[in-house]
């Protein structure tokens, strides 16, 4: 197996995520940009000793095609977003996710910063996220997130198994798939809920994070919904690496969703049950309080295909016609390239 990308270390206290798009024409700059990255990481991260400066980079559908020829992740394709009766999840662009993530913050920006420099003119950053740890690995709701996590540092571990490409895709034993999801939270209406009903949205208790009884535990419930059981009895697992966010001034205070998965299907089998509804919940209560504002899936190649990437495709596939590449439905990017959300309060659902 292919050494992963750094999937399965403990999360660390901060983290910065970016989200690219490419311009037509400016693949050859990003494959540069992606083989150098594991000397940027190096030189940034060595002048920072005790930092753990890690960075997980993605890489999206539509661009796999325009930067590699040759095989193709098994699994790989465009977020399919979700509309509920009630509450959206939108699919947005996205070409390259750099997930970068170490000890402070600073380690974190540097090689943000390098990132960006790099893709200055040939790439958009339609999204920037500034995550960090809260007391006690809560999440902005006052919960504690990641509790249920499987758990392991080896490929063949329980976190392992959840979140690595084994056997079945060979050309690409190792990596991985993730979706991210920009949510925010709509806290003053969180705020207003006694704290035994907060539980029963989420199915632990605030204080301690213990499960609810199955008989106190509402079939709506955040953890209700996600616990996804096989007809044989098996539980489907994913990785998160969930990190909070927030603005003050922008009134914005959210979850940054990061689910790592050997196959992106569990991941989409969770979203289909939260937004769309299970057979004893409408949806999951936990989106009456947090809107999604952002979602696109990625392939986390393993660590070793930046040191030898794939040659390009064939000339004629490069590049798509100008408008078209990596464009999925979602919010247009605006006049600077952004996807505009960096102020987008929680819209009525
Ligand atoms: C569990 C928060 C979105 C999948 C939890 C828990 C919290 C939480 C507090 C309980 C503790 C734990 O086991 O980690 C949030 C927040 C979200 C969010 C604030 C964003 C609004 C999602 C999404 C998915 C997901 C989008 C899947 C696509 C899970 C799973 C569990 C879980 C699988 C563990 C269930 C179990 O086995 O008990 N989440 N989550 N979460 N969440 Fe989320």
Same mark, same amino acid.
């Given at each position: ?18 989200? #690219?798009?490419? @311009? ?5 700059? &990003?494959? %540069?940009?992606?083989? @150098? ?12 000793? =005790?930092? =753990? ?11 796999? %095609? ?37 000890? #402070? ?11 960006? +420099? ?7 950053? /339609? ?13 902005? *709701? ?14 063949? !571990?329980? #976190? ?7 056997? =079945? +895709? ?9 979706? /991210? ?11 207003? $809920? ?12 605030? $204080? @301690?994070?213990?499960?609810? %009884?199955?008989?106190?535990?509402? &079939? ?16 489907? @697992? ?49 989106? %009456?309080?947090?809107? &999604? ?32 590449? #990596? ?7 605006? &006049? +600077? ?6 102020? *987008?309060?929680?819209? !009525?659902?």
């Amino acid at each position: 197996m292919g050494q992963p990308q750094p999937i399965l270390e403990p999360l660390t206290p901060a983290a910065h995520f970016l989200v #690219a798009t490419i @311009e037509p024409g400016g693949e050859a700059v &990003a494959r %540069d940009l992606l083989a @150098e990255l594991p000397g940027l990481r190096r030189a940034i991260g060595f002048r920072l000793p =005790g930092a =753990g400066l890690g960075c997980i980079t993605g890489i999206g559908s539509a661009a796999w %095609d325009r930067l590699f020829g040759g095989p193709r992740p098994a699994e790989l394709h465009e977020f399919p977003g979700y509309d509920g009766p009630l509450h959206h999840a939108p699919a947005t662009p996205g070409d390259l996710l750099f997930h970068i993530r170490a000890q #402070a913050h600073d380690a974190c920006f540097e090689l943000a910063m390098a990132i960006g +420099d790099r893709l200055a003119g040939v790439g958009a950053i /339609v999204d920037e996220t500034v995550g960090f740890r809260y007391f006690e690995q809560r999440d902005l *709701l006052g919960f504690v997130d990641g509790t249920e996590n499987p758990e392991g540092a080896f490929p063949d !571990s329980a #976190a392992g198994v959840a979140a690595l490409i084994g056997a =079945g +895709d060979p050309d690409f034993t190792g990596g991985s798939y993730v979706i /991210v999801q920009k949510y925010l939270h709509d806290l003053p209406a969180w705020r207003a $809920l006694p704290v035994q009903e907060q539980e029963r949205v989420i199915g632990r208790t605030k $204080l @301690e994070d213990f499960e609810l %009884d199955e008989a106190d535990k509402p &079939a709506d419930s955040h953890i209700a919904v996600n616990q996804v059981i096989e007809p044989d009895g098996t539980e489907r @697992e994913i990785l998160r690496a969930n990190m909070p966010f927030g603005s003050i001034r922008e009134g914005e205070f959210g979850t940054y969703f990061v689910g790592y998965s050997a196959t992106p299907r569990t991941t989409e089998i969770m979203l289909e049950r939260m937004f769309l509804g299970t057979d004893e919940a409408t949806h999951d209560r936990i989106l %009456d309080f947090s809107t &999604a504002v952002t979602g696109t899936l990625f392939f986390v190649p393993p660590q070793d295909f930046f040191d030898d990437l794939p040659a390009p495709p064939a000339a004629d596939t490069a590049v798509e016609p100008a408008g078209k590449a #990596a464009v999925q439905p979602g919010p247009a990017p605006s &006049a +600077d390239g952004s996807l505009g959300i960096g102020t *987008l309060k929680r819209s !009525s659902t």
